[in-house]
């Protein structure tokens, strides 16, 4: 069983497609990537180590790296292009670095990550 809501972003660099899935049930949800081809073979899951709940959103950055917003856990989860996790940032509040149940996610072409922090009404940028 799969949860309601998909994040789907485009890996131009590989060609790959990745899709946001929340598996498990509403008292043990368990968040990860797949990442597929176009013809639909799945290439690898990532991040089911790193305890994303609710993760809806998901972009590609200039350097390949998986970026994953996750609203319930007030962070997002960052993945090199082999699917390793990288570090995450964030963390629940309204202070500079912080987050409030995070949704959209891209990048710019300095490599600056902007997130849409719903929770406080803002856009936040973090450079490089």
């Known amino acids: 069983e799969t949860g309601l809501f998909r994040g789907i972003a485009v890996d131009t660099r590989m060609n790959n497609i990745l899709v946001t899935q929340i598996t498990g049930g ?63 940032f964030g963390g629940e509040g309204s202070g500079e ?6 949704s959209g996610i891209c990048t710019d072409r300095a490599g600056n990550i902007i997130v849409a922090d719903r929770g406080n009404g803002r856009v936040e940028l973090f450079d490089k």
Not at 50 to 70: A, F
Not at 97 to 102: D, E, F, I
């Open 26 to 88: 509403p008292h043990d949800p368990c968040g990860e990537v797949q990442v597929f081809r176009p013809d639909g073979t799945l290439v690898r899951t990532v991040g089911q180590e790193q305890g994303m709940e609710n993760q809806e959103y998901i972009t590609v950055d200039g350097e390949g790296n998986i970026l994953v917003s996750d609203s319930k856990n007030h962070c997002v989860y960052v993945y090199n292009c082999e699917g390793q996790f990288l570090f995450l």
């Open 97 to 102: 670095g912080q987050l409030k149940r995070p």
